[in-house]
């Protein structure tokens, strides 16, 4: 069973602050996802990434995939109370289902 | 934006009642899926289905679940004879091919069993 690790659980910042929430894993994935979700919606998907220590950039959003494709990081500069939600990390190990770690509660305090 | 559909919104039902959660994937999507969560919980896996078959399934899916692809639009689960531990968001998913696509999730149905 592929396990994703995501840290910190629980993260409650300043607006203005910037912040990083990590996704770790034993195994290698094929492709790592990145969603947001609201609660009482569904996972809305944010970036794929597929290469080893690629990095992709959304807004104030960075992501970025580790080298052995086993670990992944999402950066956030200069947080907005808009950018509040769970933020979801998905391993995709196959051609099918994708593994979901339990999340970052992110809060952004105005 | 396409999106996924899904109906109802919230469905109450007895324990051992069945029950179907209905979902219309995106119309050019070709791999189908369905998940759970229970609250404060993981996003689980439960089933996935390509070319009118289950591709996979995992440990939760037993005998009691089911899907279908009735009409080439509607794809749904069937819970045969509910249980207390079934309360859960229960979201599908869509996405276009195989590889790296991501997946488009619904806004999800959320099941009480009492």
């Known amino acids: 069973t592929q396990l994703l690790e995501q840290s910190p659980q629980f993260l409650s910042i300043q607006e203005g602050e910037n912040l990083t929430v990590y996704c770790n894993s034993s195994?290698?994935?094929?492709?790592l996802q990145w969603y947001r979700q609201e609660p009482g919606e569904g996972p809305v998907l944010l970036v794929t990434?597929?290469?080893?220590?690629e990095v992709k950039k959304l807004k104030r959003l960075t992501f970025q995939f580790g080298d052995a494709r086993k670990d992944s990081s999402l950066h956030i500069t200069a947080a907005q109370p808009g950018d509040t939600g769970l933020y979801l990390c998905?391993?995709?190990?196959?051609?099918?289902?994708?593994?979901f770690g339990i999340g970052t509660k992110l809060q952004v305090i105005p | 934006e396409p999106e996924v559909t899904q109906t109802p919104s919230h469905q109450v039902t007895q324990m051992g009642q069945e029950v179907i959660l209905r979902c219309v994937p995106i119309?050019?999507?070709?791999?189908f899926y369905w998940y759970r969560q229970i609250l404060g919980q993981k996003v689980e896996f439960l089933v996935s289905?390509?070319?009118?078959?289950?591709?996979?399934k995992s440990e939760i899916f037993d005998d009691q679940f089911s899907v279908e692809r009735p009409d080439g639009s509607n794809f749904t689960l069937k819970i045969r004879s509910t249980k207390l531990e079934d309360s859960a968001m229960y979201f599908c998913?869509?996405?276009?091919?195989?590889?790296?696509?991501?997946?488009?999730f619904g806004s999800g149905t959320r099941l009480t069993v009492v």
């Open positions: 998913a869509s996405r276009a091919g195989q590889g790296n696509y991501g997946y488009t």
């Open positions: 195994s290698v994935f094929s492709s």
């Open positions: 990434v597929v290469t080893g220590g």
């Open positions: 998905a391993g995709a190990g196959g051609y099918q289902k994708v593994t």
């Open positions: 119309s050019n999507h070709l791999y």
């Open positions: 289905f390509y070319n009118n078959e289950i591709s996979e």
